[in-house]
């Protein structure tokens, strides 16, 4: 058992401040668990989001020493004793109270990624697709939506940017229906489009937050530019559309 | 904070579904479908639920990794690991339709792991006579969770996130609605319905170690109790044989039965590969006698019978507690559970990659390398809201459940993967249930102001009480109580005394009091759920100390083994007139015909002549 400072931003959207809370920790323990000590202890009324406690849900998001991180995965034996450990909530979106703030916007950004629309099933009423033509999008579909992504990329973060880009998040969601073997919609004028694309100049920093290592940025974001410039940008397929009419298909 | 019921915010749907996991989810797309105006109120983030810990696998009889698995084998593995004790009719929809929604969900872009054909590979888990779990790695659950809610939202639904239910709302004896409040303003809503559906899930936060996350305080359960529904089968509480036992803080978190799956196998500190001795009767035809049969198992040799480890959960708990109980457990008190001796890193990496990463970062330890420490957690109860099995409807007009929160499905265990596979078709069926209800209803029940009010003033009680007991410090002892006389195994004593400890802890929350205002406030949150987390308990003691037997989840040490007069039997809870829980026992009545002859049948009948 040690002990330690936490110094928690306290307050909601009028208004708040840091609140220092020293506080025993147990071997083992994780941020979360200390935040629940203190909760139980000396802040009952303290406000905290989450929910499985394992890594997998995605909900306890949160700046710890000015890392995006989730709680529930960041062990105490990270930080020594000396260090004052600081907790605010994810800063680019709205605070509610203490650590908890307003996600409600990147729901709104999933509706703008239209539904999944499937190639007919073989004769005999099964779809079939190889592991290695799913590998790369089962990635993807790991995501936990704990919006760490989002909440540090300076698109979003700095440039205010919420009207015309979706975020990393819903980036890797569209990739991943982009590279859907069974998905026959073409989506690449959307990601170029309503997604905003363009604005990711490819920083990296939301794949550097990432719980679940996932390959943002080389593996899904820079595949999906790739798609919008060969439609909108590559000369030779510009005249050949012109010529034949014809578009060709986002899945390549 | 409202003052007055008349200012409260209403919302009117047709129907309105408390909880959006797997069951939850589901069931409103299928009352969309049915063009219902639907809503979904949900106590965290859409998408956050429990379902995402749903790691292993959706088991359906799709036959694609062994020809032989049909329905009948399935509906067959899930009666004989509930012992018999489970809803012959459930038994058999859940069996009968799950392949299809499974299939279903690929339609709606669900991308499961593929066999060397193509289509949806199928893991081996407890209980199950084939490969029968479709699985995404080992992250099944956030998989199903996330193609539901991507398809749901485009289907319509309304979904009122971070809103925590607390009370039904009848006219006369229908239901008309449900009152709760916004999680994070603290202010008070009604949702006016025609019908509600129920799917909340379990209440594994009753018990000091367990897999589920806080969400999990049986607030569903209780509602519908308190509003006249039965609860049934509730000793049935299921204790998943591994979790994690170490560090402390993580004690209970779960390890998929996927490790077994892919071949893990659990040792004692003496290095003895124990399940071995723990071979019931019932199963000792189906299950390997050696690890040398084992391990021709793992290879794919399809005469060779499965290892012991992928008996049926009741069983691996026990025998890991035995094991602990004679000294001869892990140093933090469970067994060994080794993947690293058994197979390569690299496939260890690519099946189980949440479980490599849960262990690496929470316990610092390699599983590729190393063994883990697993000991049992609870993680399921079988019992449940009594409904019907065709429509989920209760015995409450117009309320509805559907997923964990019900009772009959899994009898008295539940099998590895039917927990997926039971939300998908039993949301499905709830749906179609409240289709056909709210097509055959007259008029529209009325919400009533005095019901309101009476909510709110409940509500609020623990803001205004002074003086009162520290909710987080009632939620220990609660726990306690249920670790030390409700748990694993249990005797009538030790009930008793849960009985009474349960009362005097009922007296003490009824003067719970909390500091702060109604503005996300968890210690008021907690005081809340508080209430239907001592109904819960209370209705599993109950039930647990009148069967006096051991079948499946239910062990008494005072009553060994399992009685044919119990098998005809199942203990139904209700709330009698005065308030208090009165506890009966419910004949289950002669099984269908075709049914029991399914059941008790050998496999080769089963089977369709088909060889491999």
């Not at chain 1, 994810?90 to 999944?116: A, H, R």
């Not at chain 2, 849960?498 to 907690?526: C, D, F, M, T």
Request: proline share 4%; aromatic share 6%.
């Amino acid at each position: 058992m040690s002990e330690h400072i936490f110094r928690i931003w306290r307050g909601d959207s009028s208004g708040g401040d840091f609140v220092d809370y020293k506080t025993d920790v147990d071997d083992g323990m994780v941020v979360l668990d200390v935040l629940h000590r203190i909760q139980a202890k000396q802040a009952g009324d303290m406000a905290v989001r989450w929910n499985c406690k394992a890594g997998k849900c995605g909900s306890c998001g949160m700046e710890i020493n000015g890392i995006p991180k989730l709680a529930c995965m960041t062990r105490m034996n990270n930080y020594s004793q000396r260090d004052v450990i600081t907790v605010q909530p994810l800063m680019t979106f709205p605070v509610i109270k203490d650590l908890v703030c307003d996600v409600s916007w990147n729901y709104e950004q999933n509706l703008k990624i239209s539904p999944f629309k499937p190639s007919p099933p073989d004769s005999d009423g099964r779809h079939r697709m190889m592991q290695e033509d799913v590998d790369r999008i089962q990635e993807f579909r790991k995501c936990i939506e704990c919006y760490l992504c989002q909440d540090v990329c300076h698109v979003i973060r700095n440039q205010g940017r919420k009207d015309r880009f979706v975020g990393p998040r819903f980036l890797i969601r569209a990739a991943s229906l982009v590279l859907h073997p069974l998905d026959v919609e073409d989506r690449i004028p959307a990601v170029r489009d309503e997604l905003g694309s363009g604005f990711c100049n490819i920083t990296r920093c939301c794949t550097d937050v990432c719980p679940e290592n996932i390959g943002i940025t080389d593996n899904a974001i820079i595949p999906l530019k790739e798609h919008v410039t060969d439609r909108y940008y590559d000369p030779v397929a510009w005249i050949l559309r012109k010529v034949t009419g014809r578009i060709r298909s986002g899945v390549e | 904070m409202n003052t007055d019921t008349a200012t409260i915010q209403t919302f009117e749907h047709d129907v309105v579904i408390i909880g959006a996991g797997g069951a939850g989810l589901r069931a409103a797309i299928e009352c969309s479908a049915q063009g219902l105006d639907t809503a979904v109120v949900c106590k965290s983030l859409l998408g956050k639920a429990h379902t995402v810990m749903a790691e292993g696998g959706a088991a359906a009889a799709l036959g694609h990794n062994d020809p032989r698995d049909n329905w009948k084998v399935h509906f067959r593995d899930t009666m004989r690991g509930g012992k018999f004790l489970n809803h012959w009719r459930m038994a058999e929809l859940h069996a009968l339709h799950s392949a299809d929604r499974i299939r279903e969900l690929e339609e709606w872009g669900a991308v499961f792991d593929r066999n060397s054909d193509g289509y949806i590979n199928q893991r081996p888990f407890g209980g199950h006579r084939y490969s029968r779990l479709a699985h995404t790695g080992d992250r099944t659950g956030l998989e199903i969770l996330r193609t539901l809610q991507d398809h749901g939202v485009h289907q319509g639904i309304h979904v009122h996130q971070e809103c925590t239910a607390l009370t039904l709302l009848k006219d006369s004896d229908r239901i008309s609605g449900v009152f709760g409040y916004w999680r994070d303003s603290g202010r008070f809503v009604v949702f006016k319905a025609k019908a509600v559906v129920i799917s909340t899930g379990g209440a594994g936060k009753c018990w000091r170690i367990t897999s589920n996350s806080w969400e999990y305080t049986g607030d569903g359960m209780e509602m519908a109790y308190s509003s006249g529904a039965d609860l049934i089968d509730m000793e049935f509480t299921q204790f998943h044989p591994t979790g994690m036992v170490w560090p402390l803080s993580v004690r209970g978190i779960l390890v998929t039965e996927g490790v077994r799956g892919e071949g893990g196998i659990l040792l004692n500190s003496e290095g003895d590969r124990f399940m071995f001795r723990y071979i019931p009767d019932r199963f000792r035809e189906e299950t390997a006698d050696s690890p040398e049969e084992s391990q021709r198992w793992l290879e794919g040799e399809t005469s060779a019978r499965r290892p012991p480890e992928l008996l049926t959960r009741d069983v691996v708990a026990k025998a890991i507690l035995e094991e602990v109980d004679k000294g001869r457990g892990s140093p933090h008190g469970g067994a060994f559970l080794d993947i690293a001796g058994q197979r390569d890193a690299e496939l260890i990496k690519r099946k189980l990659p949440s479980m490599y990463h849960q262990f690496r970062e929470l316990a610092e330890v390699d599983i590729t390398k190393e063994k883990m420490e697993v000991g049992p957690t609870l993680h399921y109860m079988m019992g449940g809201i009594a409904v019907d099995g065709e429509t989920q409807m209760t015995s409450v007009p117009g309320l509805f459940a559907c997923g964990e929160c019900t009772g009959g499905m899994h009898g008295a265990n539940r099998l590895g993967g039917n927990s997926l596979s039971d939300l998908l078709v039993f949301g499905w069926l709830a749906g179609r249930g409240v289709g056909v209800y709210i097509g055959a209803l007259g008029n529209s029940p009325q919400v009533l102001s005095d019901q309101v009010e009476q909510a709110r003033r409940d509500a609020v009680a623990p803001l205004n009480c002074d003086d009162g007991e520290n909710p987080y410090l009632l939620h220990e002892e609660l726990q306690y109580i249920m670790n030390k006389d409700c748990n694993i195994v249990r005797t009538g004593d030790g009930l008793e005394r849960a009985i009474v400890e349960l009362h005097k802890l009922k007296g003490k929350a009824r003067r719970v009091q909390v500091s702060g205002a109604s503005q996300y406030n968890p210690a008021w949150h907690e005081a809340l759920s508080l209430r239907s987390m001592i109904v819960v308990a209370e209705a599993v003691a109950l039930s647990a100390l009148v069967r006096q037997e051991s079948r499946g989840a239910h062990t008494r040490l005072d009553f060994d083994g399992e009685h044919e007069e119990w098998g005809k039997l199942n203990v139904v809870v209700s709330r009698q007139a005065d308030g208090s829980m009165g506890v009966r026992k419910v004949d289950r009545g002669s099984p269908p015909d075709h049914l029991a002859a399914i059941a008790y049948s050998n496999l080769d009948s089963l089977e369709g002549g088909v060889h491999v």
